[in-house]
């Protein structure tokens, strides 16, 4: 579904990606591990358009995306979940679910978004500046379920989050993979990782450094202390 190939991007003069190679098979959960400055959100945001400067390769289905602009990959079938959220404060909760356009068949309906998420039903009236840290998570995720887009990329879902909660987005990815979405995921938390993803890739600097099959997680531990610093 997603392959990217020496994607490079700059902030100004700071090259902060440095030729990132990885894909993503459809109908995967897929995690970008790595420190902090490592270049995990910046791929993201590159993927999406969000960064003026980039060059390389990340086609989407078949299709070259560095280029065009964000509008058009969102429309494609792209949705990203940023770490800050972007919920509309003056909005409530119906009203932030109802305000992305739907970009393709197979999004998800309000009854099956507030089956998936009851503590979006109970506060369906709320504001947005009403809502915890947790529920604007959920509700920032669910928008875009709405939309119709097939590859979900989330940046640092669980930044933050009572273990309560992150309970919770563990069980909601698991349960919109087996609906047929894919997800790119970026991670600093790998243990919780380590129960939704199929696949990790590590960045470090700006570049991708290795691949770990989730199944092989647990015997590549020390290894990954190493480059997570943990």
Same mark, same amino acid.
């Given at each position: 579904?997603?392959?990217?190939?020496?994607?490079?991007?700059?902030?100004?003069?700071?090259?902060?990606?440095?030729?990132?190679?990885?894909?993503?098979?459809?109908?995967?959960?897929?995690?970008?591990?790595?420190?902090?400055?490592?270049?995990?959100?910046?791929?993201?945001?590159?993927?999406?358009?969000?960064?003026?400067?980039?060059?390389?390769?990340?086609?989407?289905?078949?299709?070259?995306?560095?280029?065009?602009?964000?509008?058009?990959?969102?429309?494609?079938?792209?949705?990203?979940?940023?770490?800050?959220?972007?919920?509309?404060?003056?909005?409530?909760?119906?009203?932030?679910?109802?305000?992305?356009?739907?970009?393709?068949?197979?999004?998800?309906?309000?009854?099956?978004?507030?089956?998936?998420?009851?503590?979006?039903?109970?506060?369906?009236?709320?504001?947005?500046?009403?809502?915890?840290?947790?529920?604007?998570?959920?509700?920032? #995720?669910?928008? @875009?379920?709405?939309? &119709?887009?097939?590859? =979900?990329?989330?940046?640092?879902?669980?930044?933050?989050? %009572?273990? $309560?909660?992150?309970?919770?987005?563990?069980?909601? #990815?698991?349960? @919109?993979?087996?609906? &047929?979405?894919?997800? =790119?995921?970026?991670?600093?938390?790998?243990?919780?990782? %380590?129960? $939704?993803?199929?696949?990790?890739?590590?960045?470090?600097?700006?570049?991708?450094?290795?691949?770990?099959?989730?199944?092989?997680?647990?015997?590549?531990?020390?290894?990954?202390?190493?480059?997570?610093?943990?």
């Amino acid at each position: 579904m997603l392959h990217v190939a020496g994607l490079n991007a700059w902030y100004g003069e700071s090259h902060i990606l440095q030729g990132v190679e990885f894909t993503v098979a459809e109908g995967e959960v897929v995690t970008l591990l790595g420190r902090n400055g490592a270049g995990k959100s910046t791929t993201l945001k590159s993927i999406m358009g969000l960064v003026a400067s980039r060059s390389g390769s990340a086609k989407f289905r078949g299709v070259e995306t560095v280029g065009m602009r964000s509008d058009r990959i969102a429309r494609a079938g792209v949705a990203l979940c940023p770490e800050e959220r972007g919920i509309f404060a003056g909005l409530n909760v119906t009203e932030n679910l109802l305000l992305p356009p739907v970009v393709a068949p197979g999004g998800l309906d309000l009854d099956t978004l507030y089956t998936l998420f009851p503590n979006l039903k109970e506060r369906a009236r709320s504001q947005g500046t009403r809502l915890s840290g947790g529920e604007q998570q959920m509700l920032a #995720i669910a928008r @875009i379920l709405r939309t &119709g887009a097939r590859l =979900l990329m989330l940046d640092e879902p669980t930044e933050g989050l %009572a273990p $309560v909660i992150v309970q919770q987005i563990g069980r909601t #990815i698991r349960e @919109i993979k087996q609906r &047929g979405f894919t997800v =790119l995921l970026v991670e600093q938390n790998f243990r919780f990782a %380590a129960t $939704v993803a199929d696949r990790h890739y590590v960045m470090e600097h700006g570049r991708v450094i290795d691949m770990i099959p989730n199944a092989e997680l647990a015997s590549s531990m020390d290894k990954l202390h190493d480059y997570l610093g943990v």
